[in-house]
């Protein structure tokens, strides 16, 4: 993250569609968010970032490292906002919402956790590009 005048601290990465490549970002931000975030935010903010990214390597982009995955974090005052898209087919994303998931599912509660934890989570209508925004 870096600091500026406009915003307080924001991250920029284009990464192949890999977990390796997500464990490094995340690996980053961490080391910035337990500097810039307070830490009761901080594993809130922690599993936001790694939901969105899990999801659209995993989902979005099948693991294909050919494909890639562009994320924005930015931090501002008390509002950190999430952009993650990925170069997937989408999802209908308004479907996946209203379907209630078994808790012993082995997946599926990306979107509850999500929701849970955001107080905003807006998908563009293809279902390949996500915004979340976690109040700090």
């Known amino acids: 993250m870096r600091t500026g005048s406009r915003f307080t601290c924001e991250m920029r990465q284009t990464m192949p569609a890999s977990l390796a490549a ?7 931000f961490r080391q910035q968010a337990q500097k810039a975030l307070p830490s009761a935010d901080c594993f ?19 693991a294909d490292p050919a494909k890639h995955v562009r994320c924005v974090l930015r931090l501002r005052g008390r509002r950190l906002t999430i952009a993650v898209h990925d170069e997937g087919e989408g999802f209908d994303w308004r479907a996946v919402a209203e379907r209630r998931n078994a808790t012993l599912a082995p997946s599926g509660r990306g979107m509850q956790i999500l929701r849970r934890l955001a107080v905003r989570v807006r998908f563009n209508k293809k279902g390949n590009a996500v915004t979340i925004i976690k109040q700090c």
């Open 22 to 28: 997500v464990e490094d970002f995340f690996m980053n």
């Open 44 to 62: 809130a903010a922690e599993l936001l970032v790694r939901e969105a990214l899990t999801n659209a390597v995993v989902h979005g982009c099948h």
